[in-house]
Every structure is written in C-alpha cells, then in structure tokens.
C-alpha cells in the first residue's frame, strides 16, 4: 500500500513570479533541512521548454523508533533529485521530485503542477501529489504514516517558503490559501488552528522588530 | 541575503555565479520569449565541471537516472 496525498491551492502571484521564485527559493527561514542545492542538468529543448534536474541534499529526521532501520554506518543525508518542465507559452511549470537513497527505508515521489489559473491571470493554481512507500518488512506502515506526516508538514513549509522568495524578490503580499483537498474535516480543522498558531506566532515576532531578520 | 552552498564545497562561488546569471536570464529572456543566445553558457560549463567531479567522489547515485524518473506514467496522465 501506498499513501498518497494531494491538494490544490491558488497562490495570489502571476505565473511569471511564482516561476522565477520557485528557483530561487532557497534558503528560506522555512528550509532549515535543506543543505545543498544545485543544478546538474539544463536544456532548452527545441520546442522552447526548459528541462531542468536539481540535486538537493536534506536532513533526514527520524523518530526514534524508525532509528534501528538505520544501520550507523549509513549517510544520515537524504539526496534529492527534482526534475522539472518549465513551458512558458502554456504558463505551465511541472516538477517531479524524489528521494534517490534510503529507499528502502522510505521513498518519497512528489509532483507538482503550477499553472496560470485560467479564471484570474494573476493567480497561480498549484496542483501537489505525492506518493510515499516503505519497503520495511512489517514496518511499513508506521513508516508510512510517519512519513506523511511529515510530508504534509513539510510541504506546508515548502509554501512559506515559496511565499518567503515571492516577497523578497518581487515584493509580492504573501498570500495562498487552499482551495480543495481530500483531507478530511478534523484535519481541516487542525490545520486551521495550525495556521492560526503561526499567524500568533508571525504577530509576536512582527512586533519585536529590534530582533535582526537572520535571511535578510 | 544568505545563499546556498554547493554539495561541492569548492563549486559553491561557481554556482552562486551561475545562479545569478540564470535567474536574470530566465525572468527577462526566457519567460519573455527572447530566445538569442543564453549568457551564462560558460559559468554553466565550469559550474558542471566543478559540481559532477563532486557527485562522483561522493558516490550519489544519479547516473542513468531517466529525466522525470519514476513519473514516466504520471507525466503522460
């Protein structure tokens, strides 16, 4: 069995914006488990699309419980590679990304589409999937569960981050919200409360401006 | 404003060049349809020398690795 996730949002920037952002996301207050980043491939094919492969470097938080599948002597950093089209005549900006070791222990495949919202020009609307397996015997469901979990948080930082570039580089409000999911209403509900607890806690650090911005 | 590093160590000035000149290049030639030439063709040159050096001496395994991999079936969908 295979957990599988998806969820659809508008972002209030242009297409264009969200684009240029989406590379230079990197690093946000938001991307603390991101070590490295780097382009290993690029093309502009010939059909005016670029094809881009990144390879990114990330912690691999565990619990503890997950710890005895991690035989000591193993790389504890995750790699990642993130394939991406990016066609600006259809404002479309397709990215596939996934975990390239530890995979027996969990793999992690996420797709995500961003497209120019054909109802409002200035919107982006951003399709999220993704697909998370284990391969340990008689573990994986824990592990999977674990690893939604920390998919969904993970991805919500993703967002705040993006929010985060959008700003610095084109002065653009941050502001998405989600506009259908398949989660069900208590969960809604947490992520509301979430939510809120993160705008309390954006408010508390709003008003204590003498506190040095550490990204800026 | 604080950059990322390179999984090079010794590639991180490259990349961060190479970043520079691609982000330029993509917001005001790309995105706009320009299509004379891409500037930043040579950083890209040393940057990949640098960087692909590294990926092999830490042995990370992306070689062969099909471009959007294992979405082959979803990309089509």
């Known amino acids: 069995m295979v957990k599988y996730f998806f969820n659809e949002m508008d972002i209030k920037s242009t297409w264009d914006h969200v ?39 990330k912690t691999n938080r565990l619990p503890w419980w997950a710890e005895r599948f991690f035989p000591g002597n193993l790389s504890r950093s995750v790699y990642i590679l993130e394939d991406s089209i990016v066609d600006p005549l259809n404002k479309s900006l397709i990215t596939f990304t996934w975990n390239l070791n530890h995979t027996k222990l969990m793999t992690v ?55 985060y570039a959008l700003a610095n580089i084109h002065g653009d409000a941050p502001h998405w919200h989600l506009r259908d999911s398949v989660k069900d209403a208590s969960e809604k509900a947490k992520e509301a409360a979430m939510a809120a607890t993160e705008k309390a806690k954006n408010l508390a650090s709003a008003a204590t401006p003498q506190k040095p911005k550490q990204y800026v | 404003m604080v950059k990322m590093n390179s999984v090079g160590e010794g590639c991180t000035e490259l990349k961060r060049e190479y970043d520079q000149c691609f982000n330029r290049w993509f ?51």
């Open chain 1, 19 to 57: 684009t240029s952002a989406f590379w230079q996301r990197y690093p946000n207050p938001f991307s603390t488990h991101v070590l490295t980043e780097d382009v290993v491939f690029r093309e502009v094919t010939p059909d005016n699309r670029l094809h881009t492969r990144r390879l990114l470097t």
């Open chain 1, 109 to 163: 495949q996420e797709r995500c589409v961003f497209q120019e919202s054909e109802e409002r020009p200035h919107c982006t609307q951003l399709k999220r999937e993704a697909w998370i397996s284990s391969g340990v015997y008689g573990f994986s469901r824990p592990i999977q569960e674990f690893g939604l979990a920390r998919f969904k948080s993970n991805q919500a930082k993703a967002m705040k981050g993006l929010e």
């Open chain 2, 27 to 77: 917001a005001e030639k790309f995105l706009k349809g320009d299509r004379d030439g891409d500037p930043c063709t040579e950083m890209f040159k040393q940057y990949q020398t640098c960087v692909q050096k590294a990926i092999k001496e830490k042995d990370i395994p992306v070689d062969g690795v099909e471009f959007m991999g294992p979405n082959k079936v979803k990309t089509d969908g």
